[in-house]
């Protein structure tokens, strides 16, 4: 059984904007699943849906085989959703706000307190109990909404950038911690993030959405034998890179740092060749293990240049006529 | 009863004790401005002009204006609870919490009215408590004084979610309150009975709903009112009929608080 069926889903709000324009996508149940794409492309929208906050124009959407438009309420039960903004009331403590999810889910009092305290503690905010939600540290706010979604033990979870703002530390806990959500209780989990770095380290499969539209979709694994090209981290004491070097594409980074585009295959002492010719000097290298990161700047920028292209194509014929 | 109905009901007392929590945590600003201006009410009103008024209708000045204060505790009060909770859940996108989850919008809106309904109550009872210091009334008919007194709430709870589900701005949430609500509650023969007015006002004071719910509740306490018994209930049960309705499709619809 699918965890989540999206079917022709479409959305256009009220001023005209059509922020989706007929999706179709199919998470498998147990899957740990990212969904991709840059500002504005249409996941916060999809997410929206789903979770019942956004109304569809048309399309079709089931969560663990319940359909939103015949049964609503026992879609609604299996999911649980940890939203990119901020929304739990800023007066109330950290607990009262955990405990009136449990009782909104229809989870009876003492249960809810049990697994309150639970969830609590797994994400290390049980000492914060007594706290008012407006005095946490932003980690601590993110944290909260995890355990909150938690609480009545939904069959798929849905993150809309989770990490965002969060440090380091707390990010790698996180990630920790939503791995053993996802292999030991079964539970779904639908991410969205910027971090592609946490997409590729998390997540199985991958859709990525531009435009309103799934622009690519499969396992983490296939997208990136598809981008035909590697990426390398290099120590140089250059100050100014050149945008060229032999053919590949290079680019300075902001730790002062530079990286290099090659396709895979290529050897090295090409690369190196290439390099020394331009009289860049490379005391280290490595290879850049954010794969996912350049094969999906790739694509969005690609898709970008063939619709601008298609647009001049078309303002050209329609100059023409 | 089934696990759906359970489910619900757990959901519905979860809103409601949000709720009453909520007006209890800050009750120096919800319950005891209220007592205060009843207190202001029956000290000037009731005490010292009332002395010279003597008696309204047969009856002392005193008592005849205390039902209208209870009755104008209660329809500020349950308003201003359900508008400004519903508001701020909206604002601080907590009614998503509510939106997310698998409770149904009846169930929604039962538990902020009641919400709203407690805390008009709370400030009913404590205005009552005030005015034993002024006067020993004792209800002709409790159960007509407690079902109006509920009734009004209700209605006025229904009116207060309608104002928040249409609010954008916290400016939008006193308008109807400072504008509409307080000149009827005035003019909705608190201080006064119609049948002093000239035929044309006594026209015009009956088309005004907040009338026929003091009154209701005048006849609760002192057994006489300007209005037929039967014409209160009908008209409260006919504005709760008509804003219960609007506000369920409304929610149906995700009107105010859905994209």
């Given amino acids: 059984m699918s965890a989540l069926t999206i079917k022709d889903l479409r959305k256009t709000y009220d001023g005209g904007v059509e922020a989706l324009k007929g999706i179709d996508l199919d998470v498998e149940d147990g899957n740990f699943f990212a969904l991709l794409g840059p500002n504005g492309a249409g996941k916060s929208t999809a997410i929206g849906i789903i979770s019942s906050l956004v109304n569809k124009t048309s399309g079709h959407v089931s969560v663990c085989g319940f359909d939103l438009d015949k049964n609503r309420e026992a879609a609604k039960a299996n999911i649980g959703l940890v939203p990119q903004e901020f929304n739990f009331n800023v007066f109330e403590t950290v607990q009262s706000i955990v405990l009136n999810v449990a009782g909104y889910n229809g989870i009876k009092r003492r249960v809810a307190k049990q697994r309150t305290e639970y969830y609590l503690k797994q994400l290390s905010l049980w000492d914060k109990r007594d706290t008012v939600s407006r005095n946490l540290s932003g980690g601590m706010k993110r944290r909260l909404m995890i355990a909150r979604a938690l609480v009545h033990e939904p069959k798929l979870l849905i993150l809309d950038e989770p990490t965002a703002g969060v440090d380091i530390e707390i990010r790698r806990t996180m990630w920790e911690f939503l791995t053993r959500v996802n292999k030991e209780e079964g539970t779904s989990i639908i991410l969205t993030t910027h971090y592609l770095e946490e997409a590729e380290a998390l997540c199985k499969d991958v859709a990525i959405i531009d435009h309103g539209q799934i622009v690519e979709q499969g396992t983490v694994s296939e997208l990136l034998s598809r981008s035909m090209m590697e990426t390398f981290v290099l120590d140089t004491d250059v100050t100014t890179i050149p945008e060229q070097v032999g053919g590949y594409h290079m680019r300075h980074r902001d730790d002062g740092k530079a990286e290099i585009d090659v396709p895979q295959g290529t050897a090295l002492n090409d690369v190196f060749k290439a390099l020394s010719e331009s009289n860049i000097s490379v005391s280290s290298l490595r290879n850049k293990e954010n794969r996912l990161e350049a094969f999906f700047v790739r694509l969005v920028q690609s898709k970008r240049d063939d619709s601008a292209s298609i647009d001049h194509e078309s303002s050209t014929k329609e100059g023409a006529v | ?259």
């Fill in chain 2, 1 to 259: 009863m089934s696990s759906r109905l359970m489910q619900e009901r757990v959901a519905f007392f979860t809103i409601v004790r949000r709720e009453i929590r909520r007006f209890m945590r800050i009750w120096v600003q919800t319950i005891t401005p209220p007592a205060v201006n009843a207190v202001l009410y029956m000290l000037i009103f009731g005490g010292l002009i009332g002395s010279r008024i003597r008696e309204m209708n047969g009856v002392p000045y005193m008592d005849f204006i205390v039902p209208g204060v209870i009755m104008m505790g209660i329809i500020i009060n349950s308003y201003a609870n359900v508008s400004s909770s519903m508001f701020s859940a909206k604002m601080q996108h907590f009614i998503e919490e509510l939106l997310v989850a698998p409770v149904s919008n009846i169930t929604i809106l039962a538990g902020f009215i009641i919400g709203g309904v407690a805390r008009g109550l709370a400030v009913g009872t404590l205005v009552t408590v005030v005015a034993f210091f002024f006067t020993d009334l004792i209800p002709v008919h409790p159960v007509v004084t407690i079902s109006i007194a509920i009734l009004t709430s209700i209605m006025f709870s229904l009116g207060g979610f309608l104002n928040a589900l249409f609010a954008t701005t916290f400016d939008d949430i006193s308008i109807v309150p400072n504008f509409v609500l307080t000149p009827l509650t005035y003019f909705g023969g608190i201080f006064y009975s119609i049948s002093m007015l000239p035929d044309f006002w006594q026209i015009v004071s009956k088309l005004n709903p907040i009338l026929y719910m003091i009154n209701g509740f005048r006849f609760g306490i002192l057994g006489s009112s300007d209005i037929p018994l039967w014409q209160s209930y009908a008209v409260i049960l006919i504005f709760i009929a008509a804003l219960g309705s609007v506000c369920v499709i409304l929610l149906n619809r995700g009107a105010g608080i859905k994209q």
